[in-house]
Structure formats: structure tokens, C-alpha cells
């Protein structure tokens, strides 16, 4: 079941918390009513006012006691009789959650704890299946057995359990999951908390085997201290940490320009514009020019007022530079007739190296504010011209007879 324990007004984010074996809603708290992992959270405002919190609940014991005597029972019982349920089956039980219970939401967080973990991690891996782009955006797993657990290999032996099968070292269960999630191109960001007092799941254990590179929070605790801190501890700053930080990412993903562009001669002193006045260019070419820039602006202030690094882009507008050196090398070549196809084949090569060469990471930066950060370039850089001719003598000259004008 799902449990909701706290509620935003607008149903955009939620963050789901799975508890391990043998856990249960009371994983989440502290027996001796302090804070608990979840109270620390929501303390933080912006996570508050931003993420919805649930917790996911399913059947795990132990042990069940003359299983045969209570299956005979139960035959007479009308009320649910709960079993152990392997990882894959728990997995299908979250599907439904989200799918149904949660179907308002558009970003999912799953936060899971022990087997929760990987309840999490079979979850996400067939929804990836089934979906190109999953609803869990976040992915972070609190002293999760990723390589399963020794102590499970032992008590495999001494019980008949279903879910100490799925967690024992190189099941079936954990095999597969592994060679799956190491293939998989399209997860989810992760993040992996290990403590390093744990006994139960092995410091190896408790990192996935990615093919990228991964994220890992090490912190002074066992098994069950990770999630029911008696202060505010380093998990705690991680997960408040990475919550805000996911809301700033979701902004500048978000980003968009709502303002339609009118030119009203706002440009038409600009470096760029005189650049393209100078070369002739057609007034089609010319007007978009204007808007790509006016675009490409509005994107990038809005990124600084975010708080994100500008100098990090450098290598962005390196690229763009080096396919507009290559379209003006054809031109000196006499491969392009003239400044307006010099310019349309520029814009046609950075339209075709969009999701290639010029792959970013803002989402917000598509083909038309690339047109911009090239003009932005032209407006800073003395070296960008549209005609074979031109350049800082040549351009000087112009802009004393157009300013006389």
C-alpha cells in the first residue's frame, strides 16, 4: 500500500520511501519519538513546499510458523491472508502504486532501504521497458544489497523464505537486475548510501555496478542507524541536499521563453546585426537571426539567475564556432555562393549536430537559441564574418557610414 504522510498543494513531485526486509511503516521513525529521517527532510522548506512523501508498504516476515496449519485456516478466513512476495512480484505491487495511486504526479523519487532498494531498482529497470522516458527521476538506495547479502545465504539454508532467496549473494534475482542495470543507458540519476558500520550488507554490496560513474554517500553507520538518525547526520544533509538540487535541475529544464520576439530595432546596433547588414544578408535570414539571439539570451540570463555556471558552456560555443570555420572554409573555397547560403548552411549544421556534437545538458538550449549563441559570437568575436571579404578594417568603415545614416 501506499501511505501518504505528506501532502503539496500542487502534485508535481513525490518522494517514495521503501522499507527492507522484515521493515514496515516504522522503519521511517524513531522508536523514541525524535526526529526521524523524514521529519529532518521535510524541515526543509523548499522540499516542504515541493515534493509530496509516501511511503511504500508490502508483507515481509521472517519466519511464518506452521505455514500448512494457517493455510488450512485461511480457507475459512474471508479476510487477506498477506504472504512474503519475491522482489519481482513487490516490484509489480509498486507498478500499480504509481501507476494508479500516483498517476497525478509527474516526477517520481524513490528512496529505498535494504531490499527496498532493490524493489526500487526492478521497478525502474521494467518500467524503462515499457517506457522510454520513466516517471522516477531519482533514484537513491540507503545500504541497498546490490550484490546480494552472505547473511542471507545462511538463513536460505536454515528457513524457507522467498525474499532471503531473492537476497542472497549472486541470486537469480540479483544476477539478473545487475546485468540489466549495467546495460541500461537510460536510468535514472543514482545516488548510493553506504554505512560504513554495517555488518548485514557488505561495503562492495552496497554500490551498484553502473557503467558510469557513481554517486556514493559514506557515513558513519550500520545497517539500521542509516535511516533512523538521533541528529541531523551526513544522510540526512545528503538527502536535503539532493532534493534542492533536483528542483534547481527541474527549473532549468523548465526554463522557457514565453515572450514572443518583436523587432522594434532593439538590435539593430548590435555587433552582429551590423555584421549581417554589412554582408547583405536576406531580411528573412536576417529577422530570425534576430529572434535566435533574442532567444538564446533570455535562456542563458535566466540560467545565471538560477545560479548556474555560464564559464560552463564555453566548450558549447567552441563547437558552434568550429562548424561555422568549417562552413566559411567552403565558402573561401567557392563551395557556398554567397553570405546567405553561408549563413543557412551554418544554422542547417548546427540543426544537424543539435543532439550530436552539441549535446547539453539544458534542455532549454535546442536548435534555435544555438542559432543565438552563434550570433552571440559573432556580437563578442572579431573573427566571425558572412562575406570573404570583411573584417575589423572593412567593418569599422561600414559602421562610420551607418551611424551617419
Given at each position: 500500500m501506499i501511505n501518504f504522510i505528506h501532502n503539496t498543494l500542487e502534485k508535481k513531485n513525490l518522494v517514495i520511501f521503501i522499507h527492507g526486509f522484515t521493515g514496515s511503516e516504522e522503519t521511517w521513525t524513531n522508536k523514541d519519538g525524535s526526529k526521524s529521517l523524514i521529519d529532518y527532510i521535510i524541515e526543509d522548506k523548499a522540499i516542504f513546499?515541493?515534493?509530496?512523501?509516501?511511503?511504500?508498504?508490502?508483507?515481509?516476515e521472517l519466519l511464518n510458523l506452521f505455514p500448512k496449519t494457517k493455510s488450512i485456516l485461511n480457507l475459512f478466513n474471508k479476510n487477506k491472508n498477506p504472504i512474503n512476495l519475491p522482489i519481482n512480484e513487490l516490484s509489480k505491487l509498486l507498478e500499480s502504486r504509481i501507476q494508479y495511486t500516483c498517476a497525478d504526479y509527474e516526477n517520481i523519487i524513490l528512496i529505498g532501504h535494504s531490499m527496498g532498494g532493490l524493489v526500487a531498482k526492478r521497478f525502474i529497470l521494467d518500467d524503462l521497458k515499457k517506457n522510454t522516458d520513466s516517471k522516477v527521476k531519482l533514484y537513491i538506495s540507503l545500504a541497498t544489497p546490490h550484490l546480494g547479502s552472505i547473511i542471507a545465504n545462511f538463513g536460505k539454508?536454515?528457513?524457507?523464505?522467498?525474499?532471503?532467496?531473492?537476497?542472497?549473494?549472486?541470486?537469480?534475482?540479483?544476477?539478473?537486475m545487475n546485468n540489466e542495470w549495467v546495460q541500461n543507458k537510460?536510468?535514472?540519476?543514482?545516488?548510493?548510501?553506504?554505512?560504513?558500520y554495517d555488518k548485514i550488507?557488505?561495503?562492495?554490496?552496497?554500490?551498484?555496478?553502473?557503467?558510469?560513474?557513481?554517486?556514493?554517500i559514506y557515513s558513519d553507520d550500520d545497517h539500521f542507524s542509516i535511516i533512523v538518525p538521533t541528529s541531523r547526520n551526513v544522510i540526512v544533509d545528503a538527502l536535503i541536499l539532493e532534493l534542492n538540487e533536483f528542483l534547481k535541475e527541474q527549473r532549468v529544464q523548465e526554463?522557457?521563453?514565453?515572450?514572443?520576439?518583436?523587432?522594434?530595432?532593439?538590435?539593430?546596433?548590435?555587433?552582429?546585426?551590423l555584421k549581417l547588414f554589412m554582408a547583405d544578408i536576406h531580411n528573412t535570414l536576417l529577422n530570425n537571426s534576430k529572434k535566435a539571439f533574442f532567444e538564446a539570451e533570455y535562456v542563458i540570463k535566466k540560467l545565471y539567475s538560477l545560479g548556474e555556471n555560464i564559464k560552463l558552456l564555453a566548450p558549447l560555443y567552441d563547437r558552434i564556432k568550429e562548424l561555422y570555420i568549417i562552413e566559411f572554409g567552403k565558402l573561401l573555397a567557392g563551395k557556398h555562393s554567397n553570405s546567405d547560403a553561408l549563413l543557412t548552411a551554418v544554422y542547417e549544421k548546427i540543426l544537424e549536430e543539435d543532439k550530436k556534437h552539441l549535446v547539453t545538458f539544458y534542455s532549454s538550449l535546442q536548435s534555435l537559441q544555438k542559432f543565438g549563441m552563434m550570433q552571440q559570437l559573432a556580437d563578442k568575436n572579431e573573427d566571425i564574418w558572412w562575406a570573404k571579404e570583411h573584417n575589423i578594417k572593412t567593418f569599422e568603415e561600414f559602421k562610420t557610414v551607418y551611424n551617419k545614416k
Open positions: 513546499n515541493n515534493f509530496s512523501i509516501a511511503l511504500f508498504q508490502y508483507h515481509t539454508l536454515l528457513i524457507n523464505n522467498v525474499q532471503t532467496k531473492d537476497l542472497s549473494a549472486l541470486s537469480e534475482s540479483i544476477s539478473s537510460n536510468l535514472p540519476k543514482r545516488i548510493y548510501a553506504q554505512g560504513l550488507v557488505a561495503k562492495e554490496s552496497s554500490i551498484a555496478l553502473d557503467a558510469d560513474s557513481q554517486k556514493v526554463i522557457q521563453n514565453h515572450e514572443p520576439f518583436t523587432d522594434s530595432g532593439q538590435y539593430d546596433e548590435e555587433i552582429f546585426v
